[in-house]
């Protein structure tokens, strides 16, 4: 990777930052000079985090946080703004995704699903546009998915999550255009990471915990069209470093598909 220093002076706070394309985005920006806040519900991700940013850790810093949680969201948005002295850029990368048949899922289940995902972003947000308002070119990098407008079975409520971040984006892009707060998302799509592990249409490539029978035939249509299978989390982390850059400066109020050509 060529080393660029778009963030130098940059203040990021982005969540999911224990693990996966969260994980990928915290050290793409502090390889880009950035001071970042990785969160994440997981302590012992965070310390992963921190000891593969090497040398950057020093411009590092930690908060666990549950997204799914007001309160927890309320301290570590305000930790996290202290830590940084403001606030430039927030990355929504946190999520979860479980995978069922939908006559068989719960309504326990359904909920925790938009709970994190829809309804974590939201809280996310919510709490870090006072600080992003005083923020310099200040963005917010949402994550959606390929699963938002195209069929992903046995995912129903994580897609309705997904769904409802993007047009969530829409809504906000709008409200804060001439405040100076843009908001973008990405959506990935056949990337290896936390929530998917695999290189080709398998039941551990195209997600966790699907029923024992299901039908496989349905993910063909999953596989990238371009490389040798999924691609890995830095490749999304390159997208998110742009849109948050003044590289993205003229986007906001849409979502880019990072796939590899999965769904043209």
Known sequence: MTV???YEGRRALITGGGSGIGQATVLRLLAEGGLV???DVSEAGLEDTRAKAGAAAGRLTTVVVDIADEASVRAGVTAAVEALGGLDVLVNAAGILRSSHTHET?????NKIVAVNLTGTFLMIREAI???LNGDSPAVVNFSSTSAAFAHPYMAAYAASKGGIQSMTHALAAEYAKQGIRFTAVQPGSISSGMTDGSGASKASVGPGLPEDA???LFLKLAPAIGQGFAGPETVASVVAMLASDDGRFITGTEVRVD???HF
């Open 106 to 110: 719960t309504l326990a289940d359904f």
């Open 4 to 6: 660029i220093n778009r």
């Open 260 to 262: 590899g050509g999965t």
């Open 37 to 39: 806040v990785a969160a």
């Open 215 to 217: 039908d496989m035939s």
């Open 130 to 132: 006072p600080a992003l």
